[in-house]
C-alpha cells in the first residue's frame, strides 16, 4: 500500500501524521507550504479542490477530510486499536471527532485569520474575542469529559490524537487555558508518546527549513 500525507506545520495534518505514526503505517510526507500559497497552485487543486490539508493518497486516491482519514486509518490498521471495538463505544468516537472537526476548529481559525471571519474595519479583535467564547465551553465540555480519566475513551484512541491538535493550537495562540486542567493534564500525557516526539520533530524540522 502507497500511503502519502500532504503535511503543513501548524495545521491540523498533524493529527493524521499521529495516527499513521500510531499505526505504524509507512508514509510519505508531502510537505504544503501554505505561506507561499501551494495549496492553491493547480497542481495542488488537482489532488484536493477544496485547497486544504490534510490528504491522505491512498495508492493514488486522494482522501480528504479529518474524521474519514482517521477512520479509514483505524480500520486499515486494526492491530493499532485506534478506534475502540465496542461498535456504540467506536461511534461515540467518531462523534467526538466529528465534534472536533465541526465544533472546537471553527472556533479556533478566526483567532489566527479574524479578517477571514469580518469585512468590518476594526472589528478583528471582536471576531477573535467571540471565537475565544465558543472555544472555551468546547474546552470546558472536554474538560468534563476528562474528568477522572486518562483518555476520553478506554485507552488511547484516534480521538486523542485529534483533541490534542485541538487543544496544542489554543496553546499556540497564547489563550489563558489553566482553567482547563483535565485537558492540560491530557495533553501533558500526549506528549510522552513517541509519535508525538515524531510529529513535532518533524514539524519542527519543516518550520526551520522555511526559514
Known amino acids: 500500500m502507497d500511503l502519502a500525507l500532504y503535511y503543513a506545520p501548524g495545521t491540523c495534518s498533524l493529527v493524521p501524521y499521529l495516527t499513521l505514526t500510531e499505526a505504524g503505517a509507512g508514509f510519505e510526507v508531502i510537505d504544503v507550504n501554505l505561506g507561499k500559497g501551494q495549496q492553491l497552485e493547480p497542481a495542488y487543486l488537482k489532488i484536493n479542490p477544496k485547497h486544504r490539508v490534510p490528504v491522505l493518497l491512498i495508492d493514488g486516491f486522494a482522501l480528504t477530510e479529518n474524521v474519514a482519514i482517521q477512520i479509514w486509518v483505524a480500520r486499515a490498521f486494526p492491530q493499532a486499536g485506534l478506534l475502540p471495538a465496542d461498535p456504540l463505544e467506536e461511534i461515540k468516537a467518531i462523534s467526538f471527532m466529528a465534534w472536533c472537526a465541526s465544533g472546537i476548529h471553527p472556533a479556533l481559525t478566526p483567532n489566527a485569520r479574524p479578517e477571514q ?11 477573535r474575542r467571540c471565537a475565544r467564547k465558543k472555544l472555551f465551553e468546547n474546552y470546558q465540555i472536554a474538560d468534563d469529559m476528562l474528568a477522572g480519566r486518562d483518555w476520553f475513551f478506554d485507552k488511547f484512541s484516534a480521538a486523542d490524537a485529534y483533541f490534542f491538535w485541538c487543544f496544542r493550537r489554543g496553546i499556540q495562540f497564547n489563550l489563558d487555558l489553566s482553567g482547563f486542567k ?23 524540522e519543516v518550520i526551520a527549513s522555511l526559514r
Not at 182 to 204: D, G, I, P, W
Request: glycine residues 2%; contains cysteine; proline residues 3%.
Open 117 to 127: 471571519f469580518c469585512d468590518l474595519p476594526g472589528s478583528e479583535e471582536s471576531v
Open 182 to 204: 483535565h485537558c492540560s493534564a491530557h495533553f501533558a500525557r500526549m506528549q510522552q508518546r513517541a509519535s508525538v516526539h515524531k510529529a513535532l520533530a518533524y514539524e519542527a
